[in-house]
């Protein structure tokens, strides 16, 4: 059975600097995953401390919430079929040298850090991540 759902993506600093958008967007697109809303944002460290508070325990913590608050990044949501396990199959390994071919990060992604993409890990994360951005 079909269960349609909505999941946050982010295109990160990295692939907004190298105009990544419409390549992505269209394997988003040939993967039929719909981009319902996106727009695109600078947001501050404290806002980027919030969205990752999650990982506020790891070791990476600060450099993600550093990295996503470097420069513009494209936010958006995307509906379809398993929506979130179908994206973050799309997305690839976090590590584009492990991410399988094809995979968003695997093309794009320039490092474990600056990997190009974002997107939710669960159904309570995409609320809440949509929440984040959205307001909806």
């Known amino acids: 059975m079909s269960d349609i ?13 190298r105009n990544l958008f419409e390549k992505i967007s ?4 040939k993967n039929n995953l719909k981009i319902e809303k996106n727009k695109k944002l600078q947001i501050s460290k404290e806002e980027a401390a919030e969205f990752y508070k999650e990982h506020q325990s790891k070791p990476f913590y600060e450099r993600l919430c550093n990295y996503l608050s470097s420069g513009p990044i494209v936010v958006m949501e995307l509906s379809g079929e398993n929506a979130i396990s179908k994206y973050r199959d799309i997305m690839g390994a976090t590590d584009p040298k492990k991410a399988e071919n094809n995979t968003i990060r695997q093309l794009y992604g320039i490092s474990i850090d600056k ?14 991540e949509l929440e984040f951005f959205f307001n909806n």
């Open 5 to 17: 759902e909505r999941t946050l993506s982010i295109i990160k600093p990295d692939a907004v600097e």
């Open 26 to 29: 269209d394997i988003l697109k």
């Open 115 to 128: 990997n190009s993409v974002h997107g939710s890990d669960s159904k309570s994360s995409a609320k809440r």
